[in-house]
């Protein structure tokens, strides 16, 4: 597994080894081992959640105001954009983001630590989008940024408007979001 830390270094693009032949691949889509010694973090996954969405379904920003959640993500079908946006006020990266393509194809994955909103946008017709989380979902506790706000100023790859639930349609600024505490 190859770790590579991102603009925000505590968010790691990881790349497994494949393993493929003409009958198709094989690999560890998660070892507890080899993502401490790649990623020197010693987390525990407490939660799998999976999702579907069709083309245009933009998730996010989500995060939770008290159990902060970690997660590692990846895609098992189809292609998104995800991205992470660190909100630790004490940040040297406060108000930056990140994103990445992640697709069924490439097989990369994305450690979000906790502290950081995350999002993503479907790219193809349908994807299948998986993560492990370090803490339970709270939904007391969850809250959402605007994806579009100005001041983060994510490039989003849209080729329509985005197709957004009630929750996400209602996100807030940045500069209005209550916060996780540190």
Same mark, same amino acid.
Request: aromatic residues 10%.
């Given at each position: 597994?190859?770790?590579?830390?991102? =603009? &925000?270094?505590? !968010? &790691?693009?990881?790349?497994?080894? !494949?393993?493929?032949?003409?009958?198709?691949?094989?690999?560890?889509?998660?070892?507890?081992? =080899?993502?401490?010694?790649?990623?020197?973090?010693? !987390?525990?996954? !407490?939660?799998?959640?999976?999702?579907?969405?069709a083309r245009n379904v933009l998730r996010g920003l989500h995060y939770q105001v008290q159990q902060p959640q970690g997660k590692l993500v990846r895609v098992v079908q189809g292609e998104v954009f995800d991205v992470a946006v660190d909100i630790r006020k004490d940040s040297k990266t406060y108000g930056q983001w990140v994103g990445q393509l992640l697709s069924a194809e490439n097989k990369k994955q994305l450690w979000i630590p906790p502290g950081l909103a995350h999002g993503f946008v479907v790219l193809s017709e349908t994807a299948e989008f998986l993560y492990k989380t370090t803490d339970y979902y709270a939904p007391a506790h969850e809250r959402c940024i605007a994806w579009n706000d100005p001041k983060i100023g994510i490039e989003w790859p849209l080729t329509a408007e985005p197709l957004l639930s009630g929750k996400d349609k209602a996100g807030v600024r940045l500069e209005d979001a209550l916060l996780p505490a540190r």
């Amino acid at each position: 597994m190859r770790a590579t830390p991102t =603009a &925000i270094p505590d !968010v &790691i693009l990881l790349e497994p080894k !494949v393993f493929g032949d003409d009958r198709g691949f094989f690999y560890e889509s998660y070892n507890q081992k =080899a993502f401490q010694e790649a990623t020197r973090l010693d !987390v525990q996954f !407490v939660q799998d959640n999976h999702s579907k969405s069709a083309r245009n379904v933009l998730r996010g920003l989500h995060y939770q105001v008290q159990q902060p959640q970690g997660k590692l993500v990846r895609v098992v079908q189809g292609e998104v954009f995800d991205v992470a946006v660190d909100i630790r006020k004490d940040s040297k990266t406060y108000g930056q983001w990140v994103g990445q393509l992640l697709s069924a194809e490439n097989k990369k994955q994305l450690w979000i630590p906790p502290g950081l909103a995350h999002g993503f946008v479907v790219l193809s017709e349908t994807a299948e989008f998986l993560y492990k989380t370090t803490d339970y979902y709270a939904p007391a506790h969850e809250r959402c940024i605007a994806w579009n706000d100005p001041k983060i100023g994510i490039e989003w790859p849209l080729t329509a408007e985005p197709l957004l639930s009630g929750k996400d349609k209602a996100g807030v600024r940045l500069e209005d979001a209550l916060l996780p505490a540190r």
